[in-house]
């Protein structure tokens, strides 16, 4: 028997057997959906998505209010909820955040991949899902930006944007016909 002989051409399918797919098809969709999220790792407290569009059934307010309301209800300060089938996880408490962005191996957040933050997953210190990538940018971080010789030198910069500024405000105010040159 070759392998021909059991494949049904596509014409011979009818729009009931169509339906039937479409239907056997969204089962298995929502049992899998169901089984993940029964099995997943790390359960945190949250509303109960429904397949296909997670938790957007309660997305009828403003986007912060929902999650104000959803902090005051689960308020261990980590929450999740899932907009179609990704789990989002909510952090409702700086001490949880500190507690994430320190490396420790005793910590209860072993790495910083396990939470996805979308596109800019992978960039800097606070969205970064790579441990190597966040070690070497903190620890450029630390050296570079946190020392007492650059926070002198940002201040005076900064010091000097306003001087500029209200030079400009003043030069604006005493001519009608002020004109900025920004070749400068």
């Known amino acids: 028997m070759s392998l021909q002989s059991l494949l049904i051409p596509l014409?011979?399918?009818?729009?009931?057997?169509?339906?039937i797919f479409f239907i056997i098809a969204i089962v298995a969709y929502t049992f899998k959906f169901y089984y993940t999220y029964f099995t997943r790792e790390n359960k945190l407290p949250g509303?109960?998505?429904?397949?296909?569009?997670?938790?957007?059934?309660?997305?009828?307010?403003?986007l912060d209010?929902?999650?104000?309301?959803?902090?005051?209800?689960?308020?261990?300060?980590?929450f999740e909820f899932y907009i179609d089938s990704e789990r989002k996880i909510c952090i409702g408490d700086a001490k949880l955040l500190k507690e994430i962005n320190k490396y420790s191996s005793n910590t209860k957040f072993k790495?910083?991949?396990?939470f996805?933050?979308?596109?800019?997953?992978?960039?800097g210190i606070g969205f970064n899902n790579n441990l190597e990538s966040w070690k070497n940018n903190k620890a450029f971080l630390i050296q570079s930006v946190i020392t007492p010789s650059f926070w002198k030198k940002y201040i005076k910069e900064i010091e000097m944007i306003f001087e500029n500024s209200i030079n400009l405000v003043e030069c604006k105010q005493k001519s009608a016909s002020f004109e900025i040159d920004f070749k400068e």
């Open 11 to 19: 014409s011979s399918f009818t729009f009931h057997d169509f339906i």
């Open 47 to 62: 509303p109960f998505p429904l397949p296909l569009i997670g938790n957007l059934y309660f997305l009828y307010r403003e």
């Open 65 to 78: 209010d929902i999650l104000f309301d959803l902090q005051e209800k689960y308020r261990s300060g980590l």
């Open 111 to 114: 790495s910083h991949a396990e």
């Open 116 to 123: 996805e933050l979308d596109e800019l997953a992978g960039l």
